[in-house]
């Protein structure tokens, strides 16, 4: 029977994969069928991320003008 993944786990793991370039460890993981459900979650980890670069990158461009 396969392993059954929570949304989180799929979204954290893809949203690694797309960070890093990196592929899951879990094999399971990795093979598993990607439900639907897990979208949410993935945009919303690429959303946090997305300000978080946008907040990166303002304290770079105020560091850089001193």
Same mark, same amino acid.
């Given at each position: 029977?396969?392993?059954? $993944?929570? *949304? *989180? =786990?799929?979204? =954290?793991?893809? $949203? &690694?994969?797309? #960070? @890093?370039?990196?592929?899951?460890?879990?094999?399971?993981l990795?093979?598993? &069928? $990607?439900? @639907?459900?897990?979208?949410?979650?993935?945009?919303?980890l /690429?959303? !946090?991320?997305?300000e *978080?670069? !946008? /907040?990166?990158? @303002?304290? #770079? @461009? #105020?560091?850089?003008?001193?």
């Amino acid at each position: 029977m396969p392993k059954h $993944f929570s *949304d *989180d =786990q799929y979204g =954290q793991a893809v $949203f &690694e994969s797309v #960070q @890093s370039g990196a592929y899951p460890e879990s094999e399971e993981l990795v093979s598993a &069928e $990607f439900p @639907s459900s897990a979208l949410p979650k993935i945009i919303k980890l /690429v959303e !946090k991320a997305r300000e *978080d670069v !946008k /907040v990166w990158a @303002s304290i #770079q @461009s #105020q560091v850089m003008r001193y």
